[in-house]
């Protein structure tokens, strides 16, 4: 049965106009997300970051120096969210901003030693989590597809 048919057979049997806020999708990954981050907080904190800035962390690990606008866009923040947790970052030593040579509206995003050095005490955090899930491996793998593709089609429904 698609969550369509459920969500038509829940409202048919209940007589209702309006489905159950625990019936509703988006509250269940909103109250996931929103349980993910106080699992990271404990973990963080001891490495100074909150979990917005530990996704930036993330993506700066990955990509090396990248541009202020390919963090929000993989990251899907504007810079009214991003210039204060990057500005955070470069306070605390994690990270340098400066602008391209050949192009100087362009602000690009490098790491500095403490940054990388913060990498080797955040590896084992994406483990702690995993087990904090109880998902065996296959399970949060299968997960994480289905939210990626929820995800695309909602995005993809935006442009439609």
């Given at each position: 049965?698609t969550?369509?048919?459920?969500m038509?057979?829940?409202?048919s049997?209940?007589?209702?106009l309006?489905p ?6 988006c ?6 997300a ?5 699992a ?9 970051l909150?979990y917005?800035q ?7 690990w ?12 993989r990251l ?10 990057l ?6 030593g994690y990270?340098?901003?400066?602008r ?6 362009r ?15 955040a590896?084992d ?12 491996q ?10 990626n ?9 935006d442009?439609?």
């Amino acid at each position: 049965m698609t969550y369509i048919e459920h969500m038509k057979t829940t409202l048919s049997e209940k007589n209702e106009l309006m489905p159950q806020l625990d019936d509703q999708l988006c509250f269940a990954v909103y109250a996931a997300a929103h349980a993910f981050q106080h699992a990271y907080k404990p973990l963080l904190s001891h490495l100074g970051l909150t979990y917005p800035q530990y996704l930036v962390m993330m993506v700066l690990w990955e990509h090396g120096t990248i541009s202020v606008k390919a963090i929000g866009q993989r990251l899907g923040l504007d810079s009214g969210t991003l210039s204060p947790l990057l500005k955070r970052l470069e306070t605390a030593g994690y990270i340098n901003r400066r602008r391209a040579t050949e192009d100087e509206r362009r602000v690009e995003v490098t790491l500095t030693r403490k940054g990388e050095a913060v990498r080797e005490d955040a590896r084992d955090i994406a483990r702690s989590i995993a087990v904090k899930t109880g998902c065996s491996q296959e399970d949060g793998k299968a997960l994480l597809d289905k939210l990626n593709g929820l995800r695309a089609e909602l995005l993809s429904t935006d442009k439609a």
